[in-house]
């Protein structure tokens, strides 16, 4: 078995992984850390929560432990899809870069440029970014890349579907043609594909499992829920969620909650909330301060639900996730194996859990082909407490614009005499008329036995009376 003693790093960085607790490499590393350590371009295409991150910044640290940086000129770039990604890579940079004297600098929203200007002004060995704030700094002329060596795109496919493909292109072009690349992805779309043909120069590929699988140490379920109705949809399908929850009991030490819109993030966590859990929102319209502040706690323990856009859907490395709920249906089907990757990481155990709708049919039947099999189907935990379709229609009359006892009441008191009414002035409509409605053969003549009796009366009678 292959040891990090057996991959060429130096001295100071292996005696830094000794010290994180690290002894095997995982297949990806094993496979990109030789390759990139030659110089080499190097296309990593592996599953999420495999160890892509030490993949290149292990060799990256060994090849940069000689040399100077120079003001505004990073000598390595690396380029991450979020914020909470850029800022776990820089960590990871910290712990393997302990014995070794190099700078960094973390460029990411959120953060004040007056600050990060000064970093990059006295000269950084490691630039960690995400696109739109790197090309900010750029456009102030506070940047220049030209001098980088090795550039490093991380969850390259995320960055394709944020829309980031023609940024990285742009980047691309701004640094050297003589750099060496590191391309990193869970799956390879064919934009991906052109990328890597058109800015990588015969990469090694390293592929450690099959595009778009899910861990084998992760039990996946799907939930398939009916609502009662359209507008109990929303509720019945947090009920559905708090069941699931309380029918994994204490085996669900803490969990990550997906939901597709940022809207029903905040109303799932805030739900939970009022339930008893422990649970906190983040998406990407939060302060990055606050998104850091829950990822902290989420981690530490002191939180048990995060509840989360895709934000937080890859490579995050919070290894201790016992479960992955997705309160949505993902509409990409590769998200659905980011977000379960957030457990079962580093060979534990993990459960993801599904709720599906029958609007979510289309985007299920993805999901099952893409990872090639069909997701176990779990019983419903609430299904025998829904509420009645029934129970629901006799409660309607009490959506009047009376309160309290009056409304209920009002319906009851004078619903008799208006069909009475009703049913009197059909009746009296023929008569009236003078039509033959009942279709038969009998005919009113005049005004038959209905007229008034004072009708009757001559002119005098009436007079004296």
Same mark, same amino acid.
């Given at each position: 078995?292959?040891?990090?003693?057996?991959?060429?790093?130096?001295?100071?960085?292996?005696?830094?992984?000794?010290?994180?607790?690290?002894?095997?490499? /995982?297949?990806?590393?094993?496979?990109?850390?030789?390759?990139?350590? +030659?110089?080499?371009?190097?296309?990593?295409?592996?599953?999420?929560?495999?160890?892509?991150?030490?993949?290149?910044?292990?060799?990256? #640290?060994?090849?940069?432990?000689?040399?100077?940086?120079?003001?505004?000129?990073?000598?390595? !770039? %690396?380029?991450?899809?979020?914020? +909470?990604?850029?800022?776990?890579?820089?960590?990871?940079?910290?712990?393997?870069?302990?014995?070794?004297?190099?700078?960094?600098?973390?460029?990411?929203?959120?953060?004040?440029?007056?600050?990060?200007?000064?970093?990059?002004?006295?000269?950084?060995?490691?630039?960690?970014?995400?696109?739109?704030?790197?090309?900010?700094?750029?456009?102030?002329?506070?940047?220049?890349?030209?001098?980088?060596? @090795?550039?490093?795109?991380?969850?390259?496919?995320?960055?394709?579907?944020?829309?980031?493909?023609?940024? @990285?292109?742009?980047?691309?072009?701004?640094?050297?043609?003589?750099?060496?690349?590191?391309?990193?992805?869970?799956?390879?779309?064919? +934009?991906?594909?052109?990328? /890597?043909?058109?800015?990588?120069?015969?990469?090694?590929?390293?592929?450690?499992?099959?595009?778009?699988?899910?861990?084998? /140490? @992760?039990?996946?379920?799907?939930?398939? #829920?009916?609502? &009662?109705? $359209?507008?109990?949809?929303?509720?019945?399908?947090?009920?559905?969620?708090? =069941?699931?929850?309380?029918?994994?009991?204490?085996?669900?030490?803490?969990?990550?909650?997906?939901?597709?819109?940022?809207?029903? %993030?905040?109303?799932?966590?805030? &739900?939970?909330?009022?339930?008893?859990?422990?649970?906190?929102?983040?998406?990407?319209?939060?302060?990055?301060?606050?998104?850091?502040?829950?990822?902290?706690?989420?981690?530490? =323990?002191?939180?048990?639900?995060?509840?989360?856009?895709?934000?937080?859907?890859?490579? !995050?490395?919070?290894?201790?996730?016992?479960?992955?709920?997705?309160?949505?249906?993902?509409?990409?089907?590769?998200?659905?194996?980011?977000?379960? =990757?957030?457990?079962?990481?580093?060979?534990?155990?993990?459960?993801?859990?599904?709720?599906?709708?029958?609007?979510?049919?289309?985007?299920?039947?993805?999901?099952?082909?893409?990872?090639?099999?069909?997701?176990?189907?779990? +019983?419903?935990?609430?299904?025998?407490?829904?509420?009645?379709?029934?129970?629901? /229609?006799?409660?309607?009359?009490?959506?009047?614009?009376?309160?309290?006892?009056?409304?209920?009441?009002?319906?009851?008191?004078?619903?008799?005499?208006?069909?009475?009414?009703?049913?009197?002035?059909?009746?009296?409509?023929?008569?009236?008329?003078?039509?033959? $409605?009942?279709? =038969?053969?009998?005919?009113?003549?005049?005004?038959?036995?209905?007229?008034?009796?004072?009708?009757?009366?001559?002119?005098?009678?009436?007079?004296?009376?």
């Amino acid at each position: 078995m292959t040891k990090f003693t057996d991959l060429a790093l130096s001295p100071k960085v292996l005696k830094a992984v000794e010290a994180a607790g690290y002894e095997t490499p /995982t297949p990806i590393q094993a496979g990109a850390i030789p390759p990139a350590l +030659e110089g080499r371009d190097v296309l990593g295409i592996a599953q999420t929560g495999t160890g892509k991150t030490a993949s290149f910044t292990l060799p990256m #640290i060994s090849m940069l432990a000689r040399g100077r940086a120079r003001a505004r000129m990073p000598r390595s !770039l %690396v380029l991450c899809p979020t914020r +909470e990604l850029a800022a776990q890579v820089a960590e990871n940079f910290d712990i393997y870069a302990q014995n070794v004297k190099l700078t960094k600098a973390l460029l990411i929203g959120g953060v004040s440029f007056k600050e990060q200007d000064a970093l990059i002004d006295r000269g950084v060995d490691v630039l960690i970014a995400t696109p739109g704030r790197l090309l900010d700094h750029f456009e102030r002329g506070k940047l220049l890349l030209t001098g980088v060596q @090795i550039m490093v795109v991380d969850e390259a496919d995320r960055m394709l579907d944020m829309g980031f493909i023609p940024d @990285i292109e742009r980047i691309f072009s701004l640094t050297p043609f003589t750099r060496q690349t590191l391309f990193f992805s869970a799956t390879m779309a064919p +934009e991906i594909e052109r990328i /890597t043909n058109t800015f990588l120069s015969n990469p090694e590929r390293i592929e450690v499992a099959r595009q778009a699988t899910a861990s084998e /140490t @992760i039990t996946q379920e799907v939930v398939l #829920i009916k609502p &009662s109705r $359209r507008d109990r949809a929303a509720k019945e399908k947090r009920d559905v969620l708090r =069941g699931i929850i309380e029918r994994e009991g204490e085996a669900c030490s803490n969990a990550i909650v997906f939901c597709n819109r940022k809207v029903d %993030v905040d109303i799932v966590a805030k &739900s939970l909330k009022k339930h008893g859990y422990n649970a906190a929102a983040i998406h990407g319209d939060l302060d990055q301060s606050q998104r850091m502040k829950t990822l902290d706690a989420f981690r530490d =323990g002191e939180l048990r639900f995060l509840v989360a856009s895709d934000v937080a859907a890859r490579g !995050l490395d919070i290894p201790s996730v016992s479960h992955v709920f997705n309160y949505d249906v993902p509409s990409h089907s590769e998200d659905y194996v980011h977000r379960i =990757g957030r457990t079962g990481r580093a060979g534990r155990e993990g459960k993801a859990v599904m709720i599906s709708a029958p609007v979510d049919d289309k985007n299920l039947a993805a999901i099952e082909k893409l990872i090639d099999k069909e997701i176990p189907r779990a +019983e419903n935990p609430v299904a025998n407490a829904a509420p009645k379709p029934e129970a629901d /229609t006799e409660e309607k009359p009490k959506r009047g614009r009376g309160r309290g006892k009056k409304a209920d009441a009002a319906p009851e008191t004078k619903a008799e005499p208006v069909v009475a009414k009703e049913e009197a002035k059909v009746a009296e409509k023929p008569a009236r008329r003078g039509r033959n $409605r009942d279709g =038969g053969g009998n005919k009113t003549v005049g005004m038959g036995d209905h007229m008034p009796s004072f009708i009757a009366m001559s002119f005098e009678e009436r007079k004296a009376s």
